[in-house]
């Protein structure tokens, strides 16, 4: 069974980027598959954040590009976000995911994490 | 304002059925991407419901059911049960934005 854990600092100051890592286990991140973020607020709903391939190839969502960074960590089966210049608009639940190898959805989620900009 | 249309809130009651609806366009549904849908339940993951428009992934029970028409998609849940109050969420891919787009999520009661 895949299992992914999402992990960070729950707040997170204004300008400041925002960390997180998501722990994959009962798969091998180096087998394949697309993994991702995805965030929820109130205020926006559900937004994709950002893809990446095993191989590290990676996709953006344009709104955000120029402020994300994922990454992979395929000795630690573990992938990571960077969010640089937050602002109270990026208070949401972070989730990560394994997505199906289309890329077009996903078929496992974490849990989610919420993260708080404020000062 | 989200990409996809979907209804805030439907309700019925134990045994029956439900549709939600899923309205996008020309550049994303409507041009051919999957519609599929989500589960959201406070405290647990984000389940999937329905991949590629109709597709069930294993374990989902059949009481779940997914269509597309045009540039919108649906899901259907017969039989209704108190479990199935939740969040449901359509998903897509859109060609004009590059990028994924959700629906803003229709709440589900049970009466």
């Known amino acids: 069974q895949v299992q992914l854990q999402e992990s960070g600092p729950g707040l997170v100051k204004p300008s400041e980027t925002l960390s997180l890592t998501c722990a994959v286990s009962?798969?091998?991140?180096?087998?394949?598959?697309?993994w991702g973020w995805i965030r929820q607020s109130p205020e926006k709903g559900l937004a994709w954040i950002a893809t990446?391939?095993?191989?590290?190839?990676?996709y953006y969502n344009p709104s955000l590009k120029s402020r994300v960074t994922i990454s992979v960590d395929t000795s630690k089966n573990q992938f990571s976000l960077r969010l640089s210049s937050v602002t109270a608009a990026d208070t949401a639940v972070y989730y990560c995911?394994?997505?199906?190898?289309?890329?077009?959805?996903?078929?496992?989620w974490g849990l989610g994490t919420l993260v708080t900009v404020s000062s | 304002q989200s990409v996809l249309t979907q209804p805030p809130s439907v309700s019925g009651a134990p045994g029956q059925r439900v549709t939600i609806s899923c309205t996008g366009s020309s550049s994303n549904i409507g041009a051919g991407y999957d519609g599929n849908w989500y589960q959201l339940l406070p405290g647990t993951a984000p389940k999937l419901l329905i991949y590629g428009n109709t597709n069930r992934p294993s374990g989902v029970p059949d009481r779940f059911s997914g269509s597309k028409s045009g540039t919108s998609a649906s899901l259907t849940i017969t039989g209704l049960q108190a479990e199935d109050e939740a969040d449901y969420y359509c998903q897509s891919y859109d060609s004009s934005l590059r990028c994924w787009v959700f629906g803003g999520g229709t709440k589900l009661t049970i009466l």
């Open positions: 995911a394994r997505l199906a190898k289309s890329g077009y959805f996903s078929d496992y």
């Open positions: 990446i391939y095993h191989s590290g190839d990676t």
């Open positions: 009962g798969y091998s991140i180096s087998s394949g598959y697309y």
